[in-house]
């Protein structure tokens, strides 16, 4: 029997695990990970992340070909393929400060896999990694070896959160990146033939490490320059009267260019873009390619002007002044369909807005109250670190409420920011809500969530991202 093991339990670990123990019985599958309330959840009936599908995958495997354990030494010891998803935060200090991926974890995982183990092994990377990592970590394992084989893969991930478990069953492609040397070819193989249980061999794509370290981080700057793109657009629209959602559905039916990815936003979030696209861009600056460089970082200062721009706006809006007013944030997520807050815009949009006094009252059906305070008092590039290793207690912010019902949320409030374009926000009674809202009541629909016009006949002033303006607003400086 086939042995995997894999090093942590997070949103790549932990789903990607049961679907190769779903789709290969004949292999035993071990998620370990130090963190024990962590593997305590996975071997609960609440799993510690919210991703739909996930559920019936794990119940169908848990205990038969996969399991979740802190044995750590002892599962890698005897696996003959080891996954490595550990974090690689960006370096918050240092050289590369603010832009370099921190491969401390990756590091002392490829010093215990060289510890510990005994046997052969295939060691595949799967966190996203710079350019050149697994000739690092190859380093660290040969030198390190005791005479003992290892082969290193890099096997990127390309799930999206919300339909990890679909993506997963149907990839686009696997990549496997791998050594051009007999023994690579064959380590390439071993894992060519995991997939294949389930994956056409034509989406299996194979090619040597660097492309394939490389291909992981392109994928996620081109998906974060549409969205820079067709966000850069919607400040144009907005200032010119044409609607963004017209202009990227015309643009979308090229079939060079193709639909997806072009909704206008508050800005993207998530654990990847930003990060890779910071990683990108120091691996550019790292071999003297600064034009590349400055090209890239444009995308994520555009994403930044993005959510400024939406404070700025609410801000503007309200007589520029929001203290002490109240004011209704529906989702915190950094999308809908998880619970997912890492580099949610609504991070820095209700920074921006208690940076100004505001009273925020904040409802998200997926996010906890302890993860919306721990969000808004940590550092940037905190979240990205094992949960034993971030701040203990943050302060609490007393200016917030953390509610479980999108209606109390709104109670008493002049202002709703849609920030997650969860579907129960398109559902809601937008006529009660208005009725319990201070006047005049406003919308700022940061995910063009719902019909502007009609909630202007019920009463609302409403700003929706690269729409016309209304009338209200059209007066107002963009800027505060």
């Given at each position: 029997m086939v042995k995997i093991c894999c090093i942590g339990a997070g949103y790549v670990g932990g789903p990607t695990m049961a679907v190769i123990a779903l789709k290969c019985p004949e292999i035993e599958v071990v998620v370990v990970d130090i963190a024990a309330p962590r593997i305590n959840a996975w071997n609960s009936d609440v799993l510690p992340i919210y991703e739909p599908g996930l559920d019936d995958v794990v119940k169908q495997c848990r205990g038969k070909n996969l399991f979740f354990s802190t044995e750590v030494h002892k599962h890698v010891c005897e696996a003959d393929i080891v996954f490595v998803s550990v974090n690689t935060p960006t370096k918050t200090q240092g050289l590369g400060a603010g832009k370099a991926a921190d491969l401390t974890y990756w590091e002392s995982?490829?010093?215990?896999?060289?510890?510990?183990?005994?046997?052969?092994?295939?060691?595949?990377?799967?966190?996203?990694?710079?350019?050149?990592?697994?000739?690092?970590?190859?380093?660290?394992?040969?030198?390190?070896?005791?005479?003992?084989?290892?082969?290193?893969?890099?096997?990127?991930?390309?799930?999206?959160?919300?339909?990890?478990?679909?993506?997963?069953?149907?990839?686009?492609?696997?990549?496997?990146?791998?050594?051009?040397?007999?023994?690579?070819?064959?380590?390439?193989?071993?894992?060519?033939?995991?997939?294949?249980?389930?994956?056409?061999?034509?989406?299996?794509?194979?090619?040597?490490?660097?492309?394939?370290?490389?291909?992981?981080?392109?994928?996620?700057?081109?998906?974060?320059?549409?969205?820079?793109?067709?966000?850069?657009?919607?400040?144009?629209?907005?200032?010119?009267?044409?609607?963004?959602?017209?202009?990227?559905?015309?643009?979308?039916?090229?079939?060079?260019?193709?639909?997806?990815?072009?909704?206008?936003?508050?800005?993207?979030?998530?654990?990847?873009?930003q990060k890779d696209i910071l990683n990108l861009v120091y691996i550019c600056e790292c071999n003297g390619l600064p034009e590349v460089a400055h090209y890239w970082k444009q995308v994520i200062l555009m994403n930044d002007y993005q959510k400024t721009r939406f404070v700025n706006r609410v801000v503007a809006s309200m007589f520029n002044t929001v203290a002490n007013k109240k004011i209704a944030i529906l989702g915190f997520a950094f999308k809908k369909d998880t619970g997912d807050t890492r580099e949610t815009p609504a991070i820095d949009v209700c920074k921006g807005l208690l940076g100004d006094k505001a009273l925020l009252s904040i409802y998200d059906p997926q996010v906890s109250e302890d993860q919306i305070q721990k969000d808004l008092s940590m550092k940037k590039f905190d979240w990205d670190h094992p949960a034993h290793l971030q701040p203990t207690s943050p302060t609490t912010i007393k200016q917030l409420s953390v509610v479980w019902d999108a209606y109390e949320a709104t109670k008493d409030a002049h202002a709703v920011c849609i920030l997650t374009e969860w579907d129960e926000f398109k559902k809601l009674d937008y006529q009660k809500m208005y009725d319990n809202m201070q006047k005049p009541a406003f919308i700022f629909d940061g995910r063009n969530v719902v019909d502007a016009e009609k909630m202007r006949k019920i009463g609302f002033i409403v700003y929706s991202i690269g729409k016309p303006l209304d009338a209200w607003l059209k007066d107002m400086p963009a800027v505060a």
């Open positions: 995982a490829a010093r215990m896999i060289a510890d510990v183990s005994k046997s052969s092994k295939i060691v595949v990377e799967k966190s996203t990694v710079p350019v050149k990592t697994a000739e690092a970590i190859e380093k660290i394992l040969t030198h390190n070896s005791k005479g003992i084989d290892f082969q290193i893969l890099s096997n990127p991930e390309f799930l999206a959160e919300g339909t990890a478990i679909e993506d997963l069953f149907k990839p686009d492609r696997v990549l496997i990146g791998g050594r051009e040397t007999p023994a690579g070819a064959k380590a390439i193989k071993t894992l060519k033939d995991v997939y294949a249980h389930w994956v056409p061999e034509d989406r299996i794509i194979c090619t040597n490490l660097w492309s394939a370290e490389l291909s992981k981080l392109a994928a996620n700057a081109f998906l974060a320059q549409r969205i820079s793109s067709v966000n850069a657009m919607s400040a144009l629209c907005e200032a010119t009267g044409a609607d963004v959602a017209e202009v990227s559905h015309a643009v979308g039916k090229d079939t060079r260019i193709g639909s997806k990815f072009l909704n206008a936003s508050v800005g993207f979030g998530g654990s990847c873009f």
